[in-house]
């Protein structure tokens, strides 16, 4: 997609985001709440029209909502609900049967963990919440899409649910499939992403392995307590000097070093500061 | 995979899962049959009475089958996002519909074969005297009242809300189109809106189809007037159609 605009009324909601997703990537869209993620993945989904830019999904254009397009791609909406009244495994195996060409009913409970009989015969409303968003995954799996949309797919997870979902989605990786994720949490865009754009305010901020968004600002934070007792910190490109100076005058003095840390940055701090604006800042 | 095999599919989909929810089963059929024994028993006495009473209640059961039900429905598969997850897959929207007015059709039929089969048991009424007309508004009845539900289901604001919204219109129409009563015993001004609306003019035919067995050319006007409503709302069902809930 290239220089995306959403505008709803006066505000933009999306303001010239860009990107590309190779094949059988694993691409995050990180960002706060109200960052524009969702009106981003909609408007590629086709639920939302932009006024302006260009978008290409599978070489289709999603405004236009085209079959072809709908039969290869699967979707995990942020929240979607269901019937009340359908069994898990029937509901799969009906949406198999909107499909060009299904993978296995029972292969696509096995992949997102629903396979056991009691759940594949459960009635959807009486499922848990971590439970109901496998299903989301397994109805979107279910007609062998070439690309996976995935919004915030495990929000409201506890963690070990959360480790657990994670593993489902490195099995599609696995299964060549190429994937877009949005999350607000960090540690799922670093654990599963191969590249991350970083977006605020409708605005992409930066975009890369999230291994090298990290190394982009690598400068080494580092902290310690002066004679006073304060807590002092210094960010260096190179702590070498640095340290070399502390330790040499802490020994001159005859005095221990306190609480001396140096901190790389991760990409949370890289995320932290690039999202931040004056009030979170005032915060801090 | 054809259309119409999507639709077919849709459609067993949503007859089983109909059957799997008693509150709406018993809605569907149960309320309109205690409205058919409670006013029945009222009107024991009086065969005149019986023969409006039973055609007005199968007027009664088309309307609750197809515009209560599909207006209640189509809320809560809006609110739900169950709309949007459908819209995302290939089934194309009209084998969709197709589905679940199929299915709420199919209740319709159900109910008037019931009320038939009671009207000869328990009400001396004879089998119905003209089957192809009862088809006919049968058909026309359902196709108008399912349209009426899903573009009516477009100003229902909430899940919530979908029973008294409904109700505000089904209420007052089966009140005023003779539903328990003879028309004729209506104040006029009320006469003309009911003959306005479409209801009074299903259940004429139904009346004609079972009681009387005065011919379709004699109903001619009450094809017409139905006909016209089923456009209209055919035209606002799908004008109006959103996929998802506003925000």
Not at chain 1, 10 to 20: I, K, L, T
Not at chain 2, 130 to 156: D, K, P, Q, Y
Request: charged content about 20%; glycine content about 8%; hydrophobic content about 45%.
């Amino acid at each position: 997609m290239d220089d995306l605009h959403k505008f709803y009324d006066d505000h933009e909601a999306v303001g010239g985001v860009s990107f590309e997703v190779a094949e059988g990537e694993i691409f995050g869209l990180l960002g706060p709440n109200g960052a524009g993620k969702t009106t981003t993945v909609e408007i590629l989904e086709g639920y939302r029209i932009s006024s302006s830019g260009s978008v290409s999904v599978l070489g289709f254009d999603p405004a236009e909502r085209p079959r072809a397009l709908r039969e290869r791609v699967g979707i995990v909406l942020q929240s979607s609900g269901m019937y009340r009244h359908v069994r898990v495994r029937e509901a799969v195996a009906h949406w198999a049967g909107l499909y060009p060409h299904p993978r296995d009913v029972d292969e696509v409970l096995r992949i997102v963990g629903l396979d056991d009989a009691a759940q594949a015969t459960a009635l959807v409303r009486t499922l848990s919440g971590g439970q109901q968003r496998r299903l989301d995954l397994a109805l979107a799996l279910i007609g062998d899409p070439d690309l996976i949309f995935l919004d915030e797919p495990t929000t409201g997870f506890d963690p070990a649910a959360r480790r657990a979902a994670w593993e489902t989605i490195k099995r599609l990786r696995e299964l060549g499939k190429t994937v877009l994720l949005t999350t607000h949490y960090l540690e799922e865009a670093q654990e599963l992403c191969d590249r991350v754009a970083i977006i605020k305010d409708g605005k992409i901020l930066a975009e890369g392995p999230p291994g090298e968004l990290s190394e982009a600002s690598a400068r080494y934070r580092v902290s310690w307590r002066g004679e006073d007792g304060a807590l002092i910190s210094e960010e260096v490109d190179d702590p070498t000097e640095l340290l070399h100076r502390l330790t040499g005058e802490a020994i001159a003095r005859g005095e221990s070093l306190v609480d001396c840390s140096v901190v790389r940055p991760s990409l949370e701090d890289v995320y932290l500061e690039l999202t931040a604006d004056e009030t979170s800042e005032a915060q801090r | 995979m054809s259309d119409t095999t999507l639709a077919w599919r849709q459609y067993r989909l949503e007859r089983k899962m109909f059957w799997r929810n008693p509150t709406a089963a018993f809605f569907s059929f149960v309320l309109p049959l205690i409205f058919l024994f409670l006013f029945g028993a009222v009107f024991s006495g009086s065969q005149a009475n019986l023969n409006v009473l039973i055609p007005g209640i199968a007027g009664l059961s088309v309307m609750a089958t197809t515009f209560n039900a599909l207006a209640t429905q189509m809320t809560f598969l809006r609110e739900q996002g169950v709309l949007k997850r459908v819209r995302g897959t290939p089934l194309p929207g009209t084998s969709y519909l197709s589905g679940i007015i199929g299915s709420a059709a199919t209740n319709a039929v159900i109910q008037i074969l019931i009320i038939i089969v009671a009207g000869k048991l328990f009400f001396g009424l004879g089998w119905p005297k003209n089957w192809s007309e009862l088809a006919i508004f049968t058909i026309l009845g359902v196709s108008c009242f399912a349209a009426m539900g899903v573009a009516f289901s477009h100003i229902i604001p909430n899940f919530e809300a979908a029973p008294a919204y409904t109700n505000l219109v089904f209420l007052p129409m089966i009140f005023i189109s003779g539903v328990f009563f003879d028309v004729d015993n209506v104040p006029t001004f009320l006469r003309d809106i009911a003959n306005a609306l479409p209801l009074v003019h299903v259940i004429n035919g139904i009346s004609a189809a079972l009681v009387t067995g005065a011919p379709l050319s004699e109903h001619l006007s009450d094809l017409a007037v139905v006909a016209v409503w089923t456009l209209a709302c055919v035209i606002l069902a799908v004008r109006g159609f959103s996929w998802s809930a506003r925000d």
